[in-house]
């Protein structure tokens, strides 16, 4: 079984700094790309930030500049340094990850590649 564990967030001021971590645990062969989303109330949830085993990073344009996505492959952990934090930036956070299970059965005993979401964190920006 594969989990995704959470930690970080908070309230800050406008322009403050916070760091979300993600850990990978459970029966993994590989972890693929490692991320986050984010959803404000009413809102759909959006991508924030991602990053591929090798290195290859996506951001939305809103966060460019100011949040650095990074990754220990060894730890299965990803983190995301989020800077000069606007309000506009206050959401539930959710890490996501493509995850290949160790699978017994298959040869090779990569397991099919599947989604993996972390519990949410709440990030709160005030003016």
């Known amino acids: 079984q594969v989990q995704l564990t959470e930690s970080g967030g908070g309230l800050v001021q406008a322009g403050g700094s916070l760091r979300l971590s993600c850990a990978a645990s459970?029966?993994?062969?590989?972890?693929?790309?490692m991320g986050w989303y984010r959803q404000a109330p009413g809102q759909q949830r959006e991508l924030v930030a991602n990053?591929?085993?090798?290195?290859?990073?996506n951001y939305v344009d809103s966060v460019k500049g100011r949040f650095t996505i990074s990754r220990d492959n060894a730890k299965d952990t990803a983190y995301l340094q989020m800077n000069s934090l606007k309000p506009e930036d206050t959401a539930v956070y959710y890490c996501h990850a493509a995850i290949s299970p160790y699978d017994p059965s298959k040869w090779g005993r990569r397991g099919n590649e599947k989604d993996y979401w972390g519990q949410g964190t709440q990030v709160t920006v005030s003016s």
């Open positions: 990053m591929t085993f090798d290195g290859r990073t």
């Open positions: 459970g029966t993994i062969f590989s972890v693929n790309t």
